[in-house]
């Protein structure tokens, strides 16, 4: 192989410098040739030939070298096959691994190009303009490069992890062959892998338990058999497909939801309030409502002198005390969901859902009393958080992802190559490396 410093520079193996020059524009030209030891080999037989028929040129498009990209202008020769078997009888020399015959881009163009799209998640279309191919080229180099990457088959996965997301507008879909209409949901579920490397391995359209019954059977029943636990928020819909595609498995409901369900009785209290007291929404003046992001903060994360402000801003504007009551049943169902991952014992457990259960039924308010019915028909489920310490934590993250993709590519008009590039930014194991989530450990 040519070792020489200008075809190192230039790094495509068995491509050799032979002088570079720049044209009337400025831009660099690069003249090449094939090495002498890979020039004349017979691609069909794989023997080398001594009869050579007539010179070509061709013109392979690169990645950027310094300022610019140059022009490579690779001449090479056409042969004659001198084997009678071989059914080859006139080719053209080639690089399989960098230049592979009748190509007109580099392989490691592709390459680089494929992995701007899926590793810098950056839009096809920027990307194509970038290394300056089209966008059809750019696309099918991720979707090779994809491929290469995702597993076909879901990975092992004990503990399964299963949320909504939204995907555009709802519409029907035409199938070209058959003609037949068939409704596309405006919401796709993902199957997240919470307690190994698997990522979001899946995304089933629609958020009904149907749809996520017939895929879940659809799978292997070794596999469905390895799920001892599933994680998700207070979705009947989804509890029902456990039940009925799960049965063995058990139901942890994530507790960021029921955070977020005391918070919303908080807020609703607060809102009703100040129409029950002055007709209108909440202003600035109103002390609940200059109080009301600090109302929804850990207590333990608020200094003594914003606690004292949170609680005279209470009793200012409930001298009932119904706001503060509402604040105090917030708190005391997170000081249960707070045993999450200490190893509690039913006593523990059973104290801390008491004290919450008489705190709402004694307030005789209808958001505590409506959230406390939420809480005992998950009770079961959130008693299993509580010893597993599972979160659907890392679902709601990759969420966050499936909507980045979306506003990188300004919305997706195809559905598979929405999951294709959703399953790339959120799938991959070279992410895990990377990633500071820890696997559940149950």
């Known amino acids: 192989m040519d070792q020489s410093s200008s075809s190192l520079l230039l790094d495509i193996d068995g491509l050799v410098v032979d002088r570079v020059v720049r044209n009337d524009a400025g831009r660099r030209v690069v003249h090449c040739s094939t090495d002498p030891q890979l020039a004349g080999w017979c691609p069909e037989c794989g023997e080398q030939s001594k009869s050579p028929k007539a010179w070509v040129t061709t013109r392979p498009r690169d990645v950027r070298l310094g300022e610019d990209k140059p022009i490579l202008l690779w001449r090479k020769r056409k042969w004659r096959c001198q084997v009678d078997s071989c059914e080859r009888k006139v080719f053209t020399e080639c690089l399989p691994e960098q230049i592979p ?8 163009a592709r390459r680089l190009a494929a992995e701007a799209i899926g590793d810098h998640t950056r839009p096809v279309s920027g990307v194509a303009a970038e290394f300056g191919m089209d966008w ?3 696309h099918d180099a991720f979707v090779a490069h994809s491929a290469a990457v995702l597993p076909d088959a879901p990975p092992p996965v004990t503990v399964l992890g299963v949320d909504e997301t939204r995907r555009g507008k709802a519409h029907y879909e035409t199938d070209p062959t058959t003609g037949e209409k068939t409704w596309v949901d405006r919401f796709d579920t993902g199957l997240v892998d919470l307690s190994g490397n698997g990522g979001l391995f899946a995304q089933v359209n629609g958020r009904t338990s149907k749809v996520l019954i017939e895929w879940l059977q659809a799978q292997d029943p070794d596999w469905l058999a390895t799920i001892t636990h599933i994680s998700m928020d207070t979705s009947a819909t989804y509890a029902r497909a456990a039940r009925l ?5 058990v139901v942890v409901v994530d507790r960021f939801h029921l955070v977020a369900l005391a918070n919303k009785a908080v807020t609703d209290y607060r809102r009703e309030l100040a129409w029950a007291l002055r007709g209108r929404r909440g202003r600035k003046c109103d002390p609940e ?30 001298p009932s005390g119904g706001l503060e009551k509402c604040w105090q049943g917030k708190e005391l169902l997170r000081k249960l969901l707070k045993l999450a991952g200490t190893n509690p014992d039913r006593g523990q457990i059973f104290n801390a859902l008491t004290a919450f259960y008489l705190h709402c039924a004694d307030s005789e308010i209808s958001q505590l009393r409506r959230l406390a019915w939420t809480v005992h028909a998950w009770q079961n489920s959130i008693i299993a ?3 597993t310490g599972i979160s659907n934590g890392r679902t709601e993250g990759y969420n966050r992802i499936v909507k980045h993709i979306g506003r990188i590519a300004f919305g997706f008009r195809n559905q598979d190559n929405q999951k294709r590039r959703i399953r790339y930014a959120c799938t991959r194991k070279s992410r895990a490396s990377t990633s500071s989530a820890k696997p559940c450990q149950l």
């Open 289 to 318: 409502w200059a109080q009301r992001n600090r109302l929804l903060r850990a207590v333990e994360t608020l200094t003594p002198d914003e606690l004292a402000k949170v609680r005279e801003a209470m009793r200012r504007a409930d």
């Open 385 to 387: 958080g509580l010893h």
């Open 101 to 108: 015959a009748r190509a007109r881009i580099t392989t490691r």
């Open 245 to 249: 595609a799960l049965p063995n498995a």
């Open 136 to 138: 059809r080229i750019a």
